[in-house]
């Protein structure tokens, strides 16, 4: 059974860091395409990072290029998510969510519950 | 940017059809995925590519895509199809995409 289980979120300070962490279950992380979602209180789905399986390729929303940094632990099968610079307007649950497959437009076929990152002074 | 539109709100009767839209330039060029979100829970698929429905999902569930609007539709509506549905497709150029999101309310 596939499992994604976040952690790491908490309350930071503007300008902090902070790293998040997914550890995945039931599937080996490196055959598979893995994205970080976030979802600020009462908005929509916003995507922030997506790592293609292998880690050979990563992007990055515009609004994070530059401050956040997704990588993929193969030995310990955990999705990582380290964030710089932080802005109170990061503050959202950021859940991991598996792709169908290691293909960049596979659909998210499996999500964590999320971890809440709280930035505020 | 690339930009998926969806209806703020939709509502529906119970047992009756409800239809929520996504719409984009050209969307029919793209797969088009779509999920529901019950408060306090993580996204759950319901519909991929277009019109393909994941093992779990009822039949009640199906989507269509085509122009400029994709289209997710459930057929006799229940009570617990009350949910916040959002359109995502990936783009070469803008990656993942996300509609802003329907909020389904069943009367």
């Known amino acids: 059974e596939v499992q994604l289980l976040e952690s790491g979120g908490r309350l930071v300070q503007p300008g902090g860091s902070l790293r998040i962490s997914c550890a995945a279950s039931g599937f080996a992380l490196n055959s598979y395409a893995m994205t970080w979602v976030r979802q600020a209180p009462g908005k929509g789905l916003e995507w922030v990072s997506t790592?293609?399986?292998?880690?050979?390729?990563?992007f990055y929303a515009d609004s994070v290029k530059g401050r956040f940094t997704i990588s993929g632990d193969n030995s310990k099968n955990t999705l990582d998510l380290q964030m710089n610079s932080l802005r109170v307007e990061d503050t959202a649950v950021y859940y991991c969510?598996?792709?169908?497959?290691?293909?960049?437009?596979?659909?998210?076929?499996?999500w964590g519950q999320g971890t809440l990152l709280a930035v505020s002074s | 940017s690339f930009e998926l539109t969806q209806p703020l709100s939709v509502s529906v009767a119970l047992g009756q059809t409800a239809t929520i839209t996504c719409v984009s330039d050209?969307?029919?060029?793209?797969?088009v995925h779509w999920y529901q979100q019950k408060p306090g829970q993580a996204p759950v698929l319901v519909i991929y590519?277009?019109?393909d429905r994941p093992s779990g999902i009822p039949q009640r569930f199906s989507g269509s895509n085509s122009g400029t609007t994709a289209t997710l539709t459930i057929t006799r509506a229940q009570a617990g199809d009350e949910a916040d549905y959002y359109c995502?497709?990936?783009?070469?150029?803008?990656?993942?995409?996300f509609g802003g999101g329907t909020k389904l309310t069943v009367l």
């Open positions: 969510a598996k792709h169908l497959n290691g293909l960049l437009p596979s659909p998210f076929d499996s």
């Open positions: 050209n969307i029919g060029h793209n797969l």
């Open positions: 995502q497709l990936w783009d070469v150029r803008a990656a993942v995409v």
């Open positions: 590519r277009d019109s």
């Open positions: 790592i293609r399986g292998g880690a050979t390729m990563t």
